[in-house]
T-cell receptor
Framework: SAVISQKPSRDICQRGTSLTIQCQVDSQVTMMFWYRQQPGQSLTLIATANQGSEATYESGFVIDKFPISRPNLTFSTLTVSNMSPEDSSIYLC????????????FGPGTRLTVT | AQKITQTQPGMFVQEKEAVTLDCTYD???????LFWYKQPSSGEMIFLIYQGSYDQQNATEGRYSLNFQKARKSANLVISASQLGDSAMYFCAMREGFGAGNMLTFGGGTRLMVKP
């Protein structure tokens, strides 16, 4: 299994500012995933972060808005830049584990409110 | 393109009764995995159960079982003996391929409410 922590757990930010979310895993993992969950919605993948290379972004998400760092195999950050109220969401970090792909763990999430 | 559908936006169940949450999926990849997660109001995603596409038997984890019907492309979650603490959002998800580096795609979710 993998234990994932995220900081901060929640924040209230003003529009136009940026927030960096940290994700720490208790074991080394190749891929880390960042998801967004807008209010009342399901989870949508923002990007996949592989250590040592640029993150791969899903359609509708761009690096200028959601820059990601992946400095080592246990840590990643997601920055939400130039925030607007539409960015108010829960942001979740996730990692896969296990040889058969049958394990996928999530961090506790960062609940962001933009005013 | 893969797709996950949960047709029940909300459901009620009486405490101690069983409930089935529906999930259908669409993929052309013969190798895939299906996941169910519980999300209480706190927002955390709690892993419940997993079924691989080549698994011969339906997965079970305590009070949770997965009714896997491959030909119909359905992976319904069955919760037996519902408890008040089961009230939450439930998400079905799929991963194409078995690698831990492959993303999960989620359904729209079902809100389950357990009545005392």
């Amino acid at each position: 299994s993998a234990v994932i922590s995220q900081k901060p757990s929640r924040d209230i930010c003003q529009r136009g500012t940026s927030l960096t979310i940290q994700c720490q895993v208790d074991s080394q993992v190749t891929m880390m995933f960042w998801y967004r969950q807008q209010p009342g919605q399901s989870l949508t993948l923002i990007a996949t972060a592989n250590q040592g290379s640029e993150a791969t972004y899903e359609s509708g998400f761009v690096i200028d808005k959601f820059p990601i760092s992946r400095p080592n195999l246990t840590f990643s950050t997601l920055t939400v830049s130039n925030m607007s109220p539409e960015d108010s969401s829960i942001y979740l970090c996730s990692v896969g584990a296990g040889l058969t792909g049958g394990e996928q763990y999530f961090g506790p999430g960062t609940r962001l409110t933009v005013t | 393109a893969q797709k996950i559908t949960q047709t029940q936006p909300g459901m009620f169940v009486q405490e101690k009764e069983a409930v089935t949450l529906d999930c259908t999926y669409d993929t052309s990849d013969p190798s895939y995995g299906l996941f169910w997660y519980k999300q209480p109001s706190s927002g955390e995603m709690i892993f419940l159960i997993y079924q691989g596409s080549y698994d011969q038997q339906n997965a079970t984890e305590g009070r949770y079982s997965l009714n896997f019907q491959k030909a119909r492309k359905s992976a319904n979650l069955v919760i037996s003996a519902s408890q008040l603490g089961d009230s939450a959002m439930y998400f079905c998800a799929m991963r194409e391929g078995f690698g831990a580096g492959n993303m999960l795609t989620f359904g729209g979710g079902t809100r389950l409410m357990v009545k005392p």
